[in-house]
C-alpha cells in the first residue's frame, strides 16, 4: 500500500462537559494497508485502541474505543469513529470519541 509506513498523530479533542480539551501525540505504523493505534494499559482508564483499513485512494475509517478518566464516566467504554484521508494535505482524520469532536492530523515520520 502507498500509505504503509510510520505515522506521528496529533489529536486534538474539544472540551466536552467535566472534561478539558487537550492535545497529544500518538505514533502508529501502517502495515498492508492496515493501522492499528493502541496506547495505555488494556482495560485500564487511560487506554485507547483504534483500528481501520486504507483505501487505494487514502481513504480511511478508524473505529475503536477508549477507557475514560473523566471524572464522570470514570473507567467506561467510550466508543469512537474517526474518518478522513492520508491523500488530503495535510492528512486528516475527524470524528466522535464518545460525545466528544475530535481531530487527528497525521505525518509521515518513515515510509
Not at 498492508?32 to 487511560?46: D, L, S
Not at 478522513?84 to 497525521?106: K, Q
Request: glycine fraction near 16%; charged fraction near 25%; hydrophobic fraction near 30%.
Amino acid at each position: 500500500n502507498a500509505y504503509d509506513g510510520r505515522w506521528s498523530v496529533t489529536r486534538s479533542c474539544e472540551k466536552f462537559l467535566d472534561v478539558d480539551a487537550f492535545t497529544d501525540q500518538l505514533v502508529t505504523t501502517l502495515r498492508g494497508g492496515e493501522i492499528a493505534i493502541e496506547r495505555g494499559k488494556v482495560n485500564q482508564p487511560g487506554y485507547l485502541t483504534l483500528h481501520g483499513k486504507v483505501g487505494d485512494d487514502g481513504t480511511l475509517t478508524l473505529t475503536g474505543y477508549a477507557i475514560s478518566r473523566s471524572k464522570r464516566n470514570f473507567g467506561r467504554e467510550v466508543q469512537a469513529s474517526m474518518t478522513g484521508s492520508l491523500a488530503r494535505d495535510p492528512p486528516m482524520l475527524t470524528g466522535g470519541w464518545g460525545g466528544r469532536r475530535c481531530t487527528f492530523t497525521l505525518g509521515r515520520v518513515s515510509g
